[in-house]
């Protein structure tokens, strides 16, 4: 697997998580959760009932006429798959209580994850924000990976090795470099929390 350019991109302390991702690299990552941010925002104005509002659900959700449908966007209908593939009524039905809090989640946590990145060096994550990007992280390679047509363990194989021959095109060849580096980023970050709990 290609690695970045800082071989322990985060490193477990007493007081944190220490980001040592390199300033371009940081850069990278920033503008990625910003995108993803992004593409989360559905265009939907605040519920005008307070308390539909601080629970997350949309006026849909309390509409039974309105029947929520999945996101037409393949790589958001990856981040919020169907609850029930054999019940369309019931996966409606959870998709109009869920959706928009779990987007409203991601959108938080991938906000919240720039934000801590753009601080000033040392960049330390307490735990809440690493768990944030974690998260963060999750979305960004399942939305990459449907861009990249990723649906199995054979097609990830086959992307590290017309990566390692630097066959694809240009485009193509960023993508799925940017999608390694995130999976060793994910990886890194998993020891570095994993390291702090034990």
């Known amino acids: 697997m290609a690695r ?9 302390k007493r007081s944190g998580i220490e980001v040592r991702l390199e300033p ?6 920033v503008h990625l959760l910003r995108q993803l941010d992004d593409l989360l925002d559905d265009g939907s104005p605040p519920s005008e009932d307070p308390l539909a509002e601080l629970l997350g659900m949309p006026d849909v959700a309390i509409d039974p006429d309105v029947r929520p449908q999945p996101p037409d966007d393949p790589a ?6 169907e609850a029930n593939r054999d019940d369309a009524e019931a996966a409606a039905e959870f998709r109009r209580f869920t959706e928009q809090g779990l987007r409203a989640r991601k959108r938080t946590g991938a906000r919240r994850s720039a934000e801590a990145l753009e601080g000033s060096e ?3 994550l307490d735990d809440e924000q690493a768990a944030a990007l974690l998260k963060a992280l999750t979305d960004l390679r399942l939305v990459l990976g449907e861009r990249l047509g990723l649906q199995t363990d054979e097609d990830s194989e086959r992307l590290h090795t017309l990566l390692a021959v630097g066959a694809g095109d240009e485009s193509w060849t ?11 980023w994910q990886e890194a970050l998993v020891g570095a929390v994993g390291s702090r709990r034990s």
């Open 4 to 12: 970045g350019l800082t071989s322990r991109p985060f490193k477990a």
């Open 24 to 29: 371009h690299e940081r850069t990278l990552l």
């Open 76 to 81: 958001l209908a990856r981040l919020f798959p």
């Open 122 to 124: 040392p960049v330390l």
């Open 174 to 184: 960023a993508a799925a470099a940017t999608y390694d580096m995130l999976t060793w």
